[in-house]
Each structure stands twice: as structure tokens, then as C-alpha cells.
């Protein structure tokens, strides 16, 4: 069963991520109190999900031991192939979400995370970026739904 596993938000650009263990979400504004909240230039850029086991397979791999919050992205989740989500709606309780692309790594996390070929390694493995259709709020542990 897919699953959101962590909630990640960060209140200002450039600050560290944090956990929170519910989240609202607001149709075409984004996430409430996370940096891009009203603050993005392309709809696609309201929301960002990962899944956790991409980033245990990169610990794994680079022999690391980063927190999911680490890879700076909003949702985390587990029991999804999100690369397969992209062009496709997606629902967790109420909130639907459009998934519009890949979100590739990039340098900055590479940087802040002091990781060589991180970008490389993570390239396709990195999560999707998607937009908010319906909103509402998201828990930890809320089951996920890929719906067309």
C-alpha cells in the first residue's frame, strides 16, 4: 500500500527542512507555511514528493546516512513508483494532485550536502514535482492513490 512516510516543509528559502506530521494544502498556492506558499512561478512548483526508497537506496549505495528531509523535498513517501505518477493524478484523502514532471537533482543540494555526483546518482531518482488540484490537509502514514 503506498503511504506517506514524512512531511517536509521549510518556512524560508535557503533555511534547513523540517518535519511536520500534518500538512495543508491549498489549491493553486501550495503548501501553508512552506517556503514556496504563493511564491512559485509555474503551478508545477506548488508541490514536491520523493520516494523514501530512493533515498535508502542512496544511503545505501554512497554508504551515507541522510535524513529524508535532507533531500529538500515535500512528501515522502513509500509503496509508489513515482516516475510512473508523472501525466497522472494523484489523491491523498481529499487532495488531488496533478503530477507534472520529473524533479531532477541539483547542484545547491549537491553543494549543501557536500556529496560528489550526487546530482549523477540521483539523476531520474529524485522525486516528481506536481500541483495542487483539490485542497485539503495530508497526515503521516495517509494512503496514497494514483487515479486517472
Known sequence: MAKIKAINISNHDGNNTFYVNQAILIKNKGI????????????????????????????????????????????????????????????INNVVFKVHQLCQPCKYLQDKLGIE??????????????????????SNYDQIKIIE
Open 32 to 91: 501553508i507555511n512552506d517556503r514556496y506558499f504563493e511564491n512559485f512561478k509555474k503551478n508545477y512548483e506548488q508541490v514536491t514528493f520523493i520516494e523514501s526508497e530512493k533515498i535508502d537506496d542512496f544511503n545505501k549505495k554512497t554508504k551515507q546516512k541522510l535524513e529524508y528531509k535532507d533531500f529538500r523535498r515535500n512528501i515522502i513517501t513509500s509503496g509508489i513508483n513515482l516516475n510512473e505518477a508523472v501525466n497522472k493524478n494523484i489523491q
Open 117 to 138: 555526483n550526487l546530482v549523477k546518482l540521483l539523476a531520474y531518482k529524485s522525486g516528481v514535482r506536481a500541483e495542487i488540484l483539490k485542497s485539503g490537509k495530508i
